[in-house]
DNA sequence: AATAATTGTTAGATTTGTCTAACTTTAAAC
DNA sequence: GTTTAAAGTTAGACAAATCTAACAATTATT
C-alpha cells in the first residue's frame, strides 16, 4: 500500500490538522524532525496520489482519501496501545513507541484479533478516540480541565500532549482516566488550580498540567 | 542498529546455513527473491560490518557477531509467533507472514513481555526452537520421519518447509504437534507410510510429507 | 581437456527519502 | 510602505537498496 514514510505523513498532517486547524509545511518539518524541501517534496508526493490537496504557498489539506488512510492508521496505533495496556499489562506511559512501530504492520487478521479481544474499544489509553474501520474519528467534546472553574466537579476523560513524561508525572500524583475532580479554587495570577480527587487528597496543578487534561462536568 | 533489510539477509543466512550447511549468493538470491549482483554488493556491506565472512567466490559464513544478530532476530520471529498462537488464538498457519513483520519491531520490553506471558517456552508453534536471550540456539535433534521404519512409534516434535499450504494440509489430516504416529509399513517403491495417529485413523503419507516431518523415536 | 552451464562479480542506472545551498514568496515589524 | 524575518520552493547532491547488462570464474558435461 503505502510506505512507512508515507505513512508516517499521513499520521502527523491528520494530528496537526486536530489540534491546530491548519497545517503548513514548516510544521511537519519540525513534527517529523525533517528538513523542509523534503516535506515539500513529499507532499507533492502524496498530493500527485491524491491524498493531499496542495498549492504553493497555501495551507495543507488532506484529500478525504488521505484522511481515511491517516484515520486507518491511528486506528492500528490505537487499538495497539490499548492492548499493550489491557491485555500486556503495559503502563499507559510505555505504550507510544511501540505502537508507533505496529502502526505499519499490513495484517487486517491481526488487528481485528485486536480489536475483537479488547471488546471493540471505543477509546485507547490516553482518552483519545479510535477511528473505526473505515477510517472515521468519532469526536468526542471534552474541554480543558484549564477552562473549567472553581466549585466545579469534572471526571478526567483524556490526555492531550502524553509524553512519558507528562504520563509519569501523572501516575505519580494517581491521576488517571475516569477519575472524579473537584476544583476547590483557580489562581487567577498563574492559572493554577487546587482540586481534590482519590483519598482526600489535596494537589495543585499548574496551568502546564490543566491544559493538558480534558475533562466532563459532572453533577 | 541494524536496517529492516540486513536483518533479512542475516535470517537468510541463518536459516539456510542450517538448511543446507554452506550458503552461496545464489541461494540468498532465490530465497530473498532478490537479484544476485543486489545479494553480491550487501554481503559485502554485511562483511564491512563484520557480520559475515567474505571471500570472492568462496561460501558465504555469518560471524559469530553475526550468528548473535540472526539469532536474536529469529528469537522475535518465533517468540511473536508463539504469543500470536497461544494468547491470540491465530492457527499455526496463520502466524508466519505475522511474524515476519513484528521481528523487526525495536523494543526489548515487548518481547520480554511476550517471553514472560508465554512462561519462557523453548520452541515455536512448528516446534522450531527459540534462541535465548544471547541468539544462541539449542537445537533439538529429531529424525525425519521419512527416516524411520515400520513397526516404529514416533511423536511429531516439528514442522520444517511449514508453509501456508502445507500446515493446511496438516491441519486437514488432524496432524499436530506431540501427536504419537505408528508406522505400520513403508512403500519402498515411492517412500510413502502408512502410518496411524489419533482415533484409530489410518493414514498414508506421501514421502514429500514425512520428509518435512521432525519426530523422535518413543517407546 | 574442451566446451557449456552455472555462479559470481563489476559497472552503471534507478527509486526513495533524505540533505544543503540558494532563491522566492508571504508575513511581520518598524 | 519599506525592510526584515519567516516560510516555502527549486536545484542539485547523496546514501540505501534495488535493477540490467556485460564480463569472469568455477563447476559440470561430454
Known sequence: MHSHTE?????ALFNLANE????SVNDLSKILAIKMPTVNSMVKKLAGKKLVHYESYKPLRLTEKGKKEAGLI??????????LVQKMGFGWEQVHEIAEQ???IHSPYFFDKMDEML???KIDPHGSPIPDKTG???WIRYEKLSDC???ETVRLGAVIHSTEEFLKFLNSRKLHLGLKIK???VESFDGSMVVSYGKNSTETLSLTVSERLLVEKIG
Chains 1, 2 share one sequence.
Do not use: C, Q, W
Not at 7 to 11: A, D, F, I, R, S
Not at 20 to 23: A, C, D, I, M, N
Not at 74 to 83: A, D, G, P, Y
Open 7 to 11: 505513512e508516517n505523513y499521513l499520521k
Open 20 to 23: 491546530k486547524g491548519e497545517v
Open 74 to 83: 491511528i486506528r492500528k496505533h490505537r487499538l495497539t496501545e490499548m492492548f
Open 102 to 104: 505496529i502502526e505499519h
Open 119 to 121: 471488546g471493540y474499544p
Open 136 to 138: 472515521k474519528v468519532d
Open 149 to 151: 472553574g472553581a466549585g
Open 183 to 185: 476544583i476547590k479554587s
